[in-house]
């Protein structure tokens, strides 16, 4: 039970510094969605370009970050060691990158289809190679258990970026798209000085013998990391491919701000990611940890499915997050929060080849996900627009969750309490299909009032069954 504080409380911080940040950096969708018009395409050069960083991210961090926790909660390994190994490795590759792309700027630049802005591939790519340094020194933060530095520094970003926006795009009237990358650029910099002390530990050398069993045991979550990061990004790196021209600019600036309102889910699931990491990889020799585990994965479902009903309930009054000229993607919205969903589900199922270092497996999975997603949008985009970007998350993301628990019985075997999961699952479904009646049938006040009720129903049902 103690064990369960301390998860608790780190999953309060760090999902102070997600949500409230999150939130915060909502600010900036309808400051972007009233600022850079539907039809203009603009929005849709910012979603294509993320999807790249998000991508680009896994590849510089080449699953260092696991890594590094795996590695320094061993008995036999230095954590200081293994922590400045990693980071001198993610530190030279960021550079190499960053070099190369300044050498070939103009062909890349060409061949993403911004030849007349180059600026914005240099200052992204500079952006995402300080961003993989700065992940294993925040992951260095959770293994040392700083969670409230941890919390402070994202808060800061978050904070400071947003300040600079309103300031460019409201008091001095700049709403050109560059400069919101501009700003990204600045604000990961400014960050990164308050890692003087961690950036220290760079003293500690680089160990080419440790760095060869890091590898072996990284190199498939690498391969997991990319399946992963594709089956969030492909279909924002796809869309302009599939339907290229200023018409599929827009249609992906509509997809990429009503995702923002799903977005929620991520919050959650990253906020228990960051505490729930280090504590598996801590308690992974005490007796009780597969029933740990199991109940790890009932209160996470349970949790999301109630962000996904208070998100489907109060649609109505989520929507202003962005301009009504979005509101069209709106009807995304609750299969993409269904797909994060999936995506939870797997991250939990996926610790049992990470504990049994079978992290082949993950990536077996995650590309297995991944094939069965850019199928799907390749197939359907050009009939079904972004609405096949949706499901194509759900399928990614299904064939993951099911593969990896199906094999996971083998390997390492949990006894999940699946009947109370379904029941859960089966009340939310009831609930969401009466929210989608209340919409139909009844005005706003009432509709708003009425699934409410049905919030707080399943609320009630949570603390009589827990």
């Known amino acids: 039970m103690a064990d369960f504080k301390a998860l608790a409380k ?16 909502y600010l900036l969708v309808p400051l972007y969605t009233y600022k850079i018009a539907a039809g203009s395409g603009g929005y849709g050069v910012v979603t294509n370009l993320y999807a790249y960083t998000a991508l680009l991210l896994v590849l510089l961090t080449f699953g260092m970050e696991t890594t590094f926790f795996r590695f320094a909660n061993k008995e036999d390994e230095n954590p200081r060691k293994v922590f400045s190994t990693a980071l001198w490795a993610v530190a030279d590759i960021s550079a190499l990158f960053f070099l190369l792309v300044m050498a070939f700027l103009g062909p890349i630049s060409q061949a993403l289809g911004y030849g007349d802005h180059p600026s914005y591939i240099w200052t992204m790519a500079l952006t995402v190679a300080i961003d993989a340094f700065q992940a294993i020194l925040f992951s260095y933060l959770r293994y040392s258990k700083k969670a409230i530095k941890f919390a402070s520094l994202k808060l800061l970003f978050i904070i400071l970026n947003i300040g600079l926006n309103l300031l460019f795009f409201v008091v001095l009237g700049r709403t050109q798209v560059g400069n919101i990358f501009y700003i990204n650029l600045f604000c990961t910099a400014f960050v990164t000085l308050f890692f003087v002390r961690e950036i ?19 190199w498939p979550i690498l391969i997991l990391g990319l399946a992963g990061i594709l089956n969030q990004t492909a279909d924002k790196i796809l869309y302009p491919i599939v339907c290229p021209g200023e018409e599929g600019k827009v249609q992906l600036g509509i997809y990429g701000a009503v995702v923002k309102i799903a977005m929620i889910m991520a919050m959650i699931t990253q906020a228990f990611r960051y505490a729930y990491e280090p504590f598996v990889f ?13 109940k790890g994965m009932k209160y996470f479902i349970i949790f999301t499915l109630l962000a996904f009903l208070v998100v489907m309930g109060y649609l ?13 993607g709106l009807k995304v919205v609750p ?23 079978r ?11 991944c094939v069965a997603l850019i199928a799907v949008n390749l197939i359907f985009i050009p009939k079904y627009g972004y609405m096949a970007c949706a499901w194509g998350g759900v399928a990614g993301y299904g064939v993951a969750m099911l593969l990896s628990y199906f094999v996971g019985r083998k390997y390492y075997p949990v006894n999940y309490p699946l009947k109370e999961i379904f029941a859960y699952v089966l009340l939310a479904a009831v609930l969401y299909a009466g929210i989608i009646l209340t919409s139909k049938y009844l005005d706003l006040v009432p509709r708003l009032a009425a699934n409410t009720v049905m919030i707080l129903g399943f609320a009630a049902f949570i603390k009589y069954r827990r």
């Open 282 to 294: 801590g308690s992974a020799k005490e007796k009780d940890s597969k029933e740990t585990y199991a």
């Open 10 to 25: 780190d999953t309060v911080i760090y999902g102070l510094s997600s949500i409230v940040g999150r939130f915060l950096n």
């Open 316 to 328: 109505d009054i989520l929507r202003y997050i962005i301009q009504p000229g979005y509101w069209e």
């Open 335 to 357: 299969i993409v929060m269904a797909a994060e969903i999936m995506m939870g589900v797997y991250f939990n199922l996926s610790f049992w080849y990470k504990l049994t270092d």
């Open 359 to 369: 992290t082949i497996w993950g990536a077996v999975f995650s590309g297995a996900g």
């Open 200 to 218: 220290a530990g760079l003293r500690e050398g680089f160990d080419r013998e440790l760095m060869g069993r890091m590898l072996r045991y990284s």
